[in-house]
C-alpha cells in the first residue's frame, strides 16, 4: 500500500512559478513510474507529466518546456516545477503512483494561476 501526499499549490499570478511535492509512504518507491495528472472543472483527469525508475520523463505537449518533473529516493518523493504558469494550467494537480498494475492516487492540491 503507497499513500501519496501532494503540496505546495496555492495562488499564483499569469508568468510565476510554483512547485508541487508528493511524498509517498511505503517501501520501494524508487521502482514505481510516479506520474503528475491535473483535472480542471468540466475536464477530464489528464497526464501533465511522467517519471518511471530510470527517470525517463514525459510532458504533455500543453507544459513541454514550461514544467519539469523531477524524483528524490532518499526522501521518497517526486516534484513538479512549474514556470511561466498560464492561467490555462488552473486545475487539481494530482500525484499518481503504479506498479505492476497496482495504482495510487493522492488527494489533490489546487493550482490557480489568475491576476
Known amino acids: 500500500q503507497v499513500q501519496l501526499v501532494e503540496s505546495g499549490g496555492g495562488l499564483v499570478q499569469p508568468g510565476g512559478s510554483l512547485r508541487l511535492s508528493c511524498a509517498a509512504s511505503?517501501?520501494?518507491?524508487?521502482?514505481?513510474?510516479m506520474g503528475w495528472y491535473r483535472q480542471a472543472p468540466g475536464k477530464q483527469r489528464e497526464l501533465v507529466a511522467g517519471?518511471?525508475?530510470?527517470?525517463?520523463?514525459n510532458y504533455a505537449d500543453s507544459v513541454e518546456g514550461r514544467f519539469t518533473i523531477s524524483r528524490d529516493n532518499a526522501k521518497n518523493t517526486v516534484y513538479l516545477q512549474m514556470n511561466s504558469l498560464k492561467p490555462e494550467d488552473t486545475a487539481v494537480y494530482y500525484c499518481?503512483?503504479?506498479?505492476?498494475?497496482?495504482?495510487?492516487w493522492g488527494q489533490g492540491t489546487q493550482v490557480t494561476v489568475s491576476s
Open positions: 517519471i518511471n525508475y530510470g527517470d525517463n520523463t
Open positions: 499518481k503512483a503504479s506498479l505492476l498494475g497496482n495504482v495510487y
Open positions: 511505503g517501501s520501494f518507491f524508487s521502482i514505481y513510474t
